[in-house]
């Protein structure tokens, strides 16, 4: 059963000792989850006394500043956001609370969001466990143990605002702006978050405004409503003064995210402001003064808080993790991010056994961390993939091992998945490898690697014109990697789409920035070239195909085996062989 007291009164009396609201209160406060929590204690505290006599309609903002967090000036108590951001933190506790130490607590205390008035669930053991009498479960699922603060204006202004803004753009047909170029044109609204500004006093590296730009990147990345830019191409306007609509036409977003980050800690001050790009127009501001106890609890909170305020479509089943940097310390992340780059070419036997070195590095350095199993999984289904390997079948049972492994450690972590597919893919089981492919599509909508992958392994069973758009995409969200494999797959499925001219430029874009070159990448230059008619230029690429030619690099069977239609494999290879009649 649910209730709360709604009768005015114009005192807050304390409430009998033996009564269920007070138990329930007495119960939290003197928890092991609030122990060292007084202004939470104190902030539970009052609401529910002034729920409990009646004064509900006191709980403001304003009035909770002045009385609970000493602002005795109602202009600063009007302005600041403790209150939303202090509110945020009590119902993440509690909810903590009730999974772990009040579990079996009879009565439950639960901060509705929207407001401040206190609301109470006597529960009842039924055969499923403890649930609310009214049917209803307790206190409902957070988003994470550690994270879930709630600013409930920041969230409907920003939803009223980009909402209105996003649909006023997709329904005209007389306002585009230069940065929606058709070949960027989507039916889904593109974000960066830019690195904030770090003005933190003894934070010369910029640890803490870099790692809240990550963090909010990794957390809207599980959004699959919602494209966001990958954070190696919004690192390079970090700490330059550029007006965030320039930076939104040099990245063909929609949106931009900035803010910074200033104090000496634990005071901290963190503004965030998102502009329209479309329409030229800064959709809201926000300001956050915190006195943290850690550079970690406040990328935490903000990152949160952000996310919340930006998660305009987000339906009721959508997949949203925390993020996984948070889940490990930041050097085990950044020699993650360091092995996947390492990767490219795959085709490189040297350069896959150094990437499995780190991985493998990484599963000792942190055995929890389900990116370092992943990474092994990833780099082992390659091996196999590519030919690189002694055992074709002992490397592919080690991808799926390590796979699970990871998928143990957290069933969210697409990349996991990926490996799944590719290992499924050497044995040419098509169906399990677009199942595992497609499965981590959807937790990882805006990772570029699996959207690039999910792409390949579409055209690799006969859906090349599918296969496009997720190449597409994976260029979409980092379009400023070099290092990165995006425009030589999406010119593999462009060839096997018959798209010649379309492969030729996503190729020859790859090569002028200086982008992952392998023999089997030159192989279908030529092969494009000579599709095209320009034999010279087909006959200059075959040329440096060979002369990259690693003699544990099988090519053609690398083709034979990687499409499910032969005939597909036998164009490419005709193609090819074509060329060396050309010589």
Request: proline share 5%; net charge negative.
């Amino acid at each position: 059963m649910m209730w709360m007291t709604s009768s005015p009164s114009t005192a807050s009396p304390r409430m009998p000792d033996n009564s269920p609201a007070r138990q329930a209160l007495d119960n939290v406060i003197s928890s092991q989850a609030f122990s060292e929590m007084p202004r939470l204690k104190r902030f539970l505290e009052y609401i529910v006394t002034e729920t409990i006599a009646g004064n509900g309609e006191r709980l403001k903002g304003v009035v909770i500043a002045c009385d609970v967090f000493d602002k005795t000036d109602p202009d600063e108590a009007q302005s600041t956001t403790i209150v939303r951001v202090e509110a945020g933190r009590l119902r993440r506790r509690l909810s903590d609370y009730y999974r772990g130490e009040g579990k079996n607590d009879p009565v439950r205390i639960r901060i509705p969001k929207g407001g401040y008035v206190a609301v109470f669930e006597e529960m009842a053991e039924d055969s499923t466990g403890l649930q609310a009498r009214s049917g209803k479960a307790g206190p409902g699922r957070e988003w994470s143990t550690q994270f879930k603060a709630s600013i409930v204006l920041i969230i409907l202004v920003g939803l009223m605002a980009t909402f209105f803004f996003w649909n006023r753009y997709i329904t005209s047909t007389e306002k585009q702006s230069p940065v929606l170029a058709s070949d960027l044109l989507v039916s889904k609204p593109i974000i960066a978050v830019l690195p904030f500004r770090n003005m933190v006093d003894g934070d010369s590296d910029g640890s803490i405004s870099y790692g809240l730009a990550e963090d909010i990147i990794t957390d809207l990345g599980g959004l699959s409503a919602l494209e966001v830019i990958s954070i190696t191409s919004v690192m390079p306007f970090k700490d330059l003064d550029i007006n965030p609509l320039d930076i939104s036409a040099k990245l063909g977003v929609h949106y931009v995210l900035t803010g910074s980050v200033r104090g000496t800690p634990p005071d901290l001050r963190v503004t965030a402001q998102l502009y329209d790009a479309i329409n030229g127009v800064q959709l809201w501001a926000e300001r956050f003064d915190r006195e943290m106890i850690s550079e970690l609890a406040l990328q935490d909170e903000i990152s949160h808080q952000v996310v919340d305020s930006l998660s305009i479509h987000m339906q009721g089943d959508e997949n949203f993790f925390p993020s996984q940097r948070l889940n490990t310390d930041p050097d085990t992340w950044s020699l993650y991010k360091q092995a996947m780059n390492l990767v490219n070419p795959p085709s490189d036997p040297a350069r896959l056994e150094l990437s499995l070195r780190a991985f493998e590095q990484i599963t000792r350095h942190d055995p929890n961390f389900a990116g370092g199993f992943a990474g092994v999984a990833y780099v082992h289904s390659f091996k196999a993939f590519f030919g690189h390997s002694q055992s074709s079948t002992s490397d592919v049972q080690t991808a799926l091992d390590m796979a699970a492994m990871s998928q143990s450690l957290d069933s969210s972590f697409g990349l996991s998945y990926s490996a799944q597919a590719f290992a499924y893919l050497v044995s040419q089981d098509f169906e399990q490898a677009l199942a595992a492919s497609a499965k981590a599509v959807q937790l990882a909508p805006n990772d570029p690697y699996v959207m690039t992958y999910h792409g390949f392994i579409l055209s690799a069973a006969g859906q090349s014109e599918e296969g496009i758009t997720f190449a597409e995409t994976a260029l979409r969200l980092d379009p400023l990697s070099v290092r990165t494999p995006y425009l030589n797959i999406l010119g593999v499925i462009n060839f096997q789409a018959g798209n010649y001219e379309s492969a030729l430029r996503a190729f020859l874009r790859n090569q002028e920035r200086g982008g992952p070159l392998g023999p089997g990448t030159h192989n279908f230059v030529a092969a494009a070239y000579i599709a095209v008619g320009d034999s010279a230029k087909a006959v200059d690429a075959l040329a440096v195909a060979d002369l990259l030619k690693n003699e544990n690099y099988d090519w053609e069977a690398w083709v034979r085996r990687s499409w499910k239609n032969q005939q597909d494999a036998d164009h490419i290879l005709r193609l090819v062989d074509q060329v060396r009649d050309q010589r």
